[in-house]
């Protein structure tokens, strides 16, 4: 097992070592560093038309890419055993399918990268990532707080976006996990939209009037022992909070609130259309999170 962080050198895409660096140590496994060299169709002609010409710039280019990635690799080596890869393909096939060969443990990439002061770049790395792998996916914002957790200043502080669905159970688990290597402090928040859990609880018979407050009484007396049930193990505070429109901007408000370091949401990791219809949580907390993110999938 190893932890695969994805860069395209860019000085924000260090971070995303950093923090894999410092998870790393405190999982105590290693890192596989990669850069894909990502120019359109150079794994077909390396493949297909090998010419000596043509073989000897890439040659030339990876050298020079592993240089590079050796040059930032080098002081975090302390923490854990880096080892630098160059890749030629499409960035975000290429970083899933090397985390499949590594057998890693999450897939670390940043928020941001060379073009990516845009938030619309973020779907062409980072949520595409995370919309195809099979691992967890780390998008780094902001590393220190992996460097503080990681030597013992503190915990980490985690935000789960919870209800009772296998998407909501897989974030959990995916965080009993984590927890079991250093402290965490957990808050894990529901968001609700007030009209449909009224009627919800109508439906079954309830009499709780029709207030709000009423309203998160009754899910947090459910949430709690669901949550009870997937991680009996982890101390969670939880918040449950009413709201109109999309979950993603309430729980990134909580998340500012909450002081949290990461958020974790499960995904399905829907496709297409279906995706589109749907919207997606996962995606818009990797576009518009205020802290770094984790994107866990469902088993497939």
């Given amino acids: 097992m190893t932890i695969l962080c994805g860069t395209d050198l860019s000085p924000a895409s260090r971070s995303a070592l950093f923090a894999a660096a410092h998870v790393a140590r405190v999982r105590r496994t290693s890192v596989r560093f990669v850069h894909v060299l990502d120019i359109p169709g150079a794994d077909a002609v390396l493949t297909h038309r090998p010419a000596a010409r043509v073989t000897a710039f890439f040659e030339a280019e990876e050298r020079r890419l592993l240089a590079q990635l050796e040059a930032e690799a080098a002081p975090l080596r302390a923490l854990a055993p880096i080892e630098c890869i160059v890749i030629a393909g499409r960035p975000a096939e290429t970083l899933v399918e090397s985390a499949e060969s590594a057998f890693a443990e999450l897939i670390v990439v940043t928020a941001l990268g060379k073009r990516g002061e845009s938030r619309i770049r973020l779907g062409r790395t980072a949520d595409q990532v995370a919309r195809m792998a099979r691992h967890p996916v780390l998008v780094v914002r902001q590393a220190d707080p992996f460097r503080a957790w990681s030597s013992g200043e503190r915990p980490l502080r985690i935000l789960a976006g919870v209800d009772q669905s296998p998407t909501s159970d897989a974030a959990l688990e995916w965080i009993r996990g984590f927890a079991s290597v250093a402290p965490v402090e957990v808050t894990a928040c529901h968001v609700f939209w007030p009209p449909e ?104």
Wanted: glycine fraction near 8%.
């Fill in 197 to 300: 859990a009224r009627e919800r609880f109508k439906q079954k018979g309830m009499s709780i009037g029709t207030a709000d407050e009423d309203v998160a009484r009754v899910l947090d007396s459910e949430l709690r022992a669901h949550i009870a049930s997937v991680a009996p193990d982890l101390d969670v505070k939880l918040r449950i909070v009413g709201g109109l429109g999309k979950v993603a901007p309430h729980l990134t408000q909580v998340a500012v609130e909450e002081q949290s370091d990461v958020i974790v949401v499960g995904t399905h990791q829907r496709q297409g259309l279906e995706r589109l219809w749907n919207g997606s949580v996962s995606r818009d907390v990797i576009v518009h999170g205020p802290c770094n993110v984790v994107v866990v999938p469902i088993e497939r």
